[in-house]
């Protein structure tokens, strides 16, 4: 009976031998599954911050359009207003007034439309064209912001499989950890 109580006893302990073996293997799998959501999370946040300075390059561009937008209106209808001052002049009729009536209208259409300088139309075209630049930019860069908060999620979840000793925690991290890293991939790759 000795010799039974003998082998349950080595048995018990090869048992435990085995689970701390097991339990150390899994921990060092969580491990490397952290840093790999680490260095995911890394790169996620460098793509927010890169999305985030192309929102405000284009924000900044879109805003200088539209100044210069509305520096031409001014000017063209400052133009305009003394064209029709002097067409209201009773001496309208003279060459010389009818001449700087001429060139002001002239001003006023090269202001609306001119390729060389950019009238309105141009800078109206190159503003909306700024403005979903950095609307995209914009999206893209609250994408990356929830990528990253999905990372963190994993990450949390991960480190806690590990205090816990619970791997569904550790599989419910890689799921979401490897969902929020494809999709952040898919984005930066403009996939969408």
Not at 121 to 148: G, I, P
């Amino acid at each position: 009976m000795s010799e039974s109580i003998d082998r349950a006893t080595e048995a018990i302990e090869d048992a435990n031998d085995a689970e701390e073996h097991q339990q150390d293997g899994s921990a060092r799998n969580v491990a490397v599954l952290i840093a790999a959501l680490a260095a995911a999370l890394a790169l996620s946040e460098m793509a927010e911050k890169g999305a985030q300075n192309d929102f405000l390059t284009f924000h900044v561009q879109a805003t200088d359009d539209w100044n210069f937008y509305q520096a031409k209106t001014i000017r063209s209808t400052v133009y305009s207003v003394e064209a029709d001052t002097l067409e209201s002049l009773p001496s309208a009729a003279d060459p010389e007034v009818r001449k700087r009536i001429d060139a002001a209208r002239a001003q006023v259409k090269r202001l609306d439309d001119d390729e060389q300088t950019q009238g309105r139309k141009q800078l109206a075209a190159k503003a909306h064209a700024s403005e979903t630049e950095r609307d995209h930019a914009f999206h893209r860069f609250h994408l990356f912001e929830t990528v990253a908060g999905a990372l963190e999620i994993a990450i949390v979840l991960a480190s806690v499989s590990v205090v816990t000793r619970v791997r569904q925690l550790a599989l419910a991290a890689a799921i979401v950890g490897g969902g929020a890293s494809l999709f952040g991939l898919a984005e930066a790759f403009n996939l969408f």
